[in-house]
């Protein structure tokens, strides 16, 4: 099925992944491609970079929108402007996205070990300096999860010193405020942001509120900085839940679960260190804790049910930069070894409870040679082993028996990549495996004959195979990137209605291209267009043929920014999202859900020290829904309605 992309290979042939950048461009410098700070590392993969600019240039109020202006990246909000439980999905994973899409904030994982939701007000929007973009898989640096790709949020680290506090007023009863504070100097640095904000919401039950602090403390030495980071947060929402298709067409704004809500609260710490130890060995190395707590409370025609659930994660990543050469040649290894410990326990009213542990542990190293001035050779390894246990106590009103069960499993992963270089273009090739494993949440099954719940230790590792070339070129004012890829998975993890159960699905299979391209067409007017082909189906067992649910074949997004000077900057955005297959319809028999198109709008005026901006969001009031699914309960359709037509308007004092 490869040569269904010929036409679009012969593209990809002009072009590489990531722009060629100067060397004092901050954007330049691309973490995730070698798990250290390298200006363009010569790395064959598909990489963007959203700078510090482009953030602000973007009418887009969280990060989940953000990411989603960039070509492949499909972003699926559960509605409201704080981005809460937006998924982020690369390369067509459909409600597994977030166990196949790697987040990381500097480098650290924070995708949880279960089944829950990315904790995106951990990351306040003003705390970004940039961020890191590589489609494919990431399995060689980090691992389970990141088949899809990576995502690296970069925070602001430079010590600058500045103040600044921004207040925010918009739709739906929203009010927010920011904070940050930096200084520095030559011995010692910090950071700081603070954020919060607050909301009706768009629909019944859809209030939401969260506060946040993070920031980085620096000792900076001759050779290097000893460091540590922080974040702290908080947040409640109501649960307004799924409506069905009639209501969906009637009134969206309304909820089958008024009563319904959840609050999180949680913290993140990370020490570490960077140390040039000479002038060929660079090492590297952090702590990190992270806990975090969920309270819930459901309402249901069965009942009150409610969780009180706890997580904490301690990792542990040193790993080393040996810029060793053979012989002439210029040649660079990372080895590094990672650990996660990670405990979750559920104290669940209505239900059993529950508790689960996982013990992570591998070691990978990549090595980078250039064989000429121009070709580059990337190759890679890994080694991952994964210690699991999951035990669900025994529920006398439903007759449940106790069950316990672990697992301990391993994996390899391997890259290889070529890479050739001009001064104006370059292309790349590169082939290599990638895994996943269970969730924690996952390994809690239930047997539908016997009526009975079960430890899911026959759940396999879910492995594959990417294939991948692409490439940049720069045409005078304009640059392109694009990549054409196929991913092969076996025994890919999911949730199957039909069995009641989660499983290994037969063979999948993922085609794709996308195109990024930016054009500086007058010294104030840029403009950028992205464009993502996704078809993703099964290719064996009793779905063979079908579609992936929740994916697209299509995204596209559009952006114009007018910088007037003194008269303010102004920027549209415009985004595509085709129409796919329902959640859960694996048998593609229940109809398409739409497709949409939104457009954003921004203005901002810079009043030094005031800046005045103003967004409007969903300027065409489109009435839609990013995710849905489908239920044989209730042989129905169901629908997260997004919110409708929204304003906001800030003020920033920069002391």
Not at 227 to 255: L, M
Not at 312 to 321: A, I, K, N, Y
Not at 537 to 552: H, K
Not at 603 to 622: E, F, G, R, S, V
Request: include cysteine.
């Amino acid at each position: 099925m490869f040569n269904r992309f010929a036409i679009a290979a012969c593209a990809a042939s002009l072009v590489f992944p990531c722009n060629s950048l100067a060397a004092d461009d901050p954007a330049a410098i691309v973490v995730t491609a070698t798990r250290f700070k390298e200006i363009d590392p010569g790395v064959a993969a598909n990489i963007s970079v959203i700078t510090r600019q482009e953030i602000r240039n973007t009418p887009a109020t969280n990060l989940p929108d953000l990411l989603s202006t960039r070509a492949g990246v499909d972003v699926r909000q559960l509605g409201g402007a704080m981005g809460r439980d937006a998924t982020v999905d690369i390369r067509g994973f459909g409600t597994t996205a977030t166990s196949n899409t790697l987040i990381l904030v500097d480098g650290l994982r924070v995708n949880p070990v279960d089944l829950g939701a990315i904790i995106w007000s951990s990351i306040p929007l003003e705390s970004v300096e940039r961020i890191e973009i590589i489609r494919g898989s990431g399995a060689v640096l980090y691992g389970d999860g990141a088949t899809g790709g990576v995502i690296n949020i970069i925070t602001d680290k430079s010590g600058r010193a500045r103040a600044a506090v921004t207040a925010t007023l918009g739709s739906y009863g929203y009010k927010g405020a920011d904070v940050q504070v930096a200084n520095g100097n030559e011995h010692a640095y910090f950071n700081l942001f603070a954020n919060h904000a607050d909301a009706n919401g768009y629909r019944d039950n859809g209030q939401q509120d969260q506060q946040s602090i993070s920031g980085r403390v620096g000792w900076l030495l001759d050779r290097g900085e000893v460091f540590a980071g922080f974040a702290r947060y908080k947040e409640s929402a109501g649960q307004p839940g799924a409506v069905f298709s009639t209501a969906y067409r009637n009134d969206p704004t309304s909820t089958r679960a008024p009563l319904n809500k959840e609050d999180r609260n949680g913290y993140r710490i990370r020490p570490g260190i960077s140390y040039r130890l000479n002038d060929r060995l660079t090492l590297e190395a952090e702590v990190a804790q992270e806990h975090q707590e969920l309270d819930a409370k459901y309402f249901s025609a069965f009942g009150v049910s409610a969780s009180d659930r706890s997580r904490d994660t301690t990792s542990f990543t040193p790993r080393l930069r040996w810029r060793h050469d053979l012989g002439a040649l210029a040649s660079e290894t990372v080895v590094g070894f990672d650990y996660y410990d990670s405990e979750v326990d559920a104290d669940n009213t209505g239900f059993a409870n529950q508790h689960a542990s996982q013990e992570s542990s591998a070691f990978y190293l990549q090595n980078i040679t250039k064989l000429t001035q121009h070709l580059s050779v990337t190759i890679g390894g890994r080694s991952q082993r994964m210690k699991q246990t999951a035990r669900q106590d025994a529920y006398a009103p439903f007759f449940s028996p106790a069950v316990a069960g672990d697992a301990t499993r391993t994996r390899t992963a391997y890259d290889l990549g070529l890479s050739y270089a001009a001064d104006d273009w370059r292309v790349y090739g590169k082939t290599g495996t990638s895994f996943r494993f269970p969730t924690v949440d996952e390994l809690f099954g239930f047997d539908t004959i016997l009526f009975a719940p079960v430890f899911a230790g026959n759940l396999k590792p879910q492995h594959g195979r990417t294939n991948e070339i692409g490439g940049s070129i720069k045409l005078g004012a304009a640059s392109i990137r694009t990549s054409v890829y196929q991913l092969d998975l076996d025994d890919e993890i999911g949730y199957d209605d039909a069995l009641g159960a989660n499983t290994n699905f037969p063979k999948t299979r993922r085609n794709g291209a996308e195109l990024e391209a930016d054009w500086k067409i007058a010294e104030s007017l840029q403009a950028r267009l992205s464009y993502a082909y996704t078809d993703a189906e099964f290719r064996d067992g009793a779905y063979s043929g079908n579609a992936v649910p929740l994916v697209p074949h299509n995204l596209a997004s559009a952006q114009l920014t007018w910088n007037a000077d003194r008269s303010g900057s102004y920027s549209a955005a415009a985004r595509y999202v085709g129409e796919r297959r329902y959640g859960g319809d694996f048998t593609n028999t229940q109809g398409m859900l739409s497709g949409y198109t939104t457009l954003d709008l921004q203005a901002a005026w810079n009043l030094k020290p005031w800046k005045i901006t103003a967004k409007l969001i969903n300027a065409l009031d489109k009435k839609y829904s990013s995710t849905a699914g489908y239920s044989p309960f209730y042989n129905d359709t169901y629908y997260y309605p997004t919110d409708g037509r929204s304003f906001f308007a800030s003020g920033r004092f920069d002391f």
